[in-house]
């Protein structure tokens, strides 16, 4: 049996995927290739249950014809995954991406509006004619020994949590004013991480708090990111791909959704074998939220009041 699953982008959806890999695996014994972007190839290099990752700059149609899949998976379900299908053999599967329940979420602003399931529910849904069940196991991520062995030997060897600064979107990210007020309020260390784009961001945080936060902020790989948060005690994060990570590590998260809301069924997922560590902070009864599935890069109302009315005296 040779199945390929196809997911493209971005973090937090690659890791979402990480169920399926280890179910297909370990229940049809399968050979287990992966198409993604070069960018992301980072995510599964370290899978012990992914035998051969395609990426998708270097993609061949031919090489896809050439493997002769048993089974596809199609976990991106868009336009470009449509137009691979005439090039794969084999048993074709997808899932439910619930595109219309989002669009009425966002339409009426109501974030609570028919919750929709987990993505990796529906992922297993999509799987049910062939008998893949999950093992309620949860997210796998695998890092990279060098990595972090070289982390582990920079941070210090103290109690610690992690705030996540960045996100794709400016409406996903935790403001300057809220880090301020959630670091206040903590007594353990800080350490900062998010990518270049937040340097601003975390030079401000560390002249305030000196003694009591660590900047990492575009001083880190995602695989050095990872074995930071493996490290903290819990993290604080956006709707972001790192609040994934902490999740695959079964780490206590404290998710603050902004523009986008915890019923689009993205949300942190443990396994059901494990206990749910995720606590989520939103603010209800905004008229202008939801605002966007994916996010914007401006509040289109100016007030950005998703996350400034944010009730934080929970995170501890």
């Known amino acids: 049996m040779k199945a390929l699953i196809i997911r493209f982008s971005s973090i937090g959806d690659i890791i979402l995927t990480t169920p399926v890999i280890r179910c297909l695996k370990r229940q049809l014994q399968a050979e287990i290739h992966f198409l993604t972007k070069e960018a992301y190839k980072s995510?599964?290099?370290?899978n012990p249950y992914v035998d051969k990752i395609i990426t998708l700059e270097k993609l061949s149609l031919k090489q896809l014809q050439d493997e002769n899949y048993n089974l596809v998976i199609d976990l991106h379900k868009n336009l470009r995954t449509f137009k691979l299908r005439p090039f794969l053999t084999g048993k074709y599967?997808?899932?439910?991406?619930?595109?219309?329940k989002k669009w009425m979420m966002v339409r009426f602003k109501r974030s609570s509006y028919r919750?929709?399931?987990?993505?990796?529910?529906?992922?297993?849904?999509?799987?049910e004619s062939i008998n893949i069940e999950d093992d309620g196991l949860g997210l796998d991520f695998f890092l990279d020994p060098d990595y972090e062995d070289r982390t582990?030997?920079?941070?210090?060897?103290?109690?610690?949590?992690?705030l996540v600064l960045g996100a794709n979107y400016y409406t996903k990210r935790i403001p300057l004013e809220k880090c301020v007020e959630i670091i206040k309020q903590n007594s353990?260390?800080?350490i900062l991480i998010g990518g270049d784009d937040t340097n601003e961001t975390g030079n401000n945080i560390n002249e305030l708090f000196p003694e009591k936060v660590i900047n990492l902020v575009g001083k880190l790989n995602l695989h050095e990111s990872a074995a930071v948060i493996k490290k903290s005690r819990y993290v604080v994060t956006g709707d972001t791909g790192m609040m994934h990570i902490a999740a695959a590590f079964q780490k206590?998260?404290?998710?603050l959704w902004g523009s986008t809301c915890k019923g689009f069924g993205m949300y942190p997922y443990y396994g059901f074998n494990h206990k749910n560590k995720s606590i989520h902070l939103e603010v209800?009864?905004?008229?202008?939220?939801?605002?966007?599935?994916?996010?914007?890069?401006?509040?289109?109302?100016?007030?950005f009041k998703c996350m400034f009315s944010q009730d934080i005296s929970s995170i501890s």
Request: hydrophobic residues 30%; positive net charge.
């Open 188 to 190: 353990f260390h800080c």
């Open 152 to 162: 582990n030997r920079t941070i210090p060897s103290i109690p610690y949590y992690v």
């Open 43 to 46: 995510l599964l290099s370290n």
């Open 93 to 100: 599967l997808t899932f439910k991406k619930e595109n219309i």
């Open 115 to 127: 919750p929709i399931a987990s993505i990796v529910e529906r992922y297993f849904q999509g799987l």
């Open 252 to 255: 206590k998260t404290f998710v």
């Open 284 to 303: 209800t009864g905004l008229s202008c939220r939801p605002c966007s599935k994916l996010g914007y890069q401006k509040c289109p109302k100016k007030h």
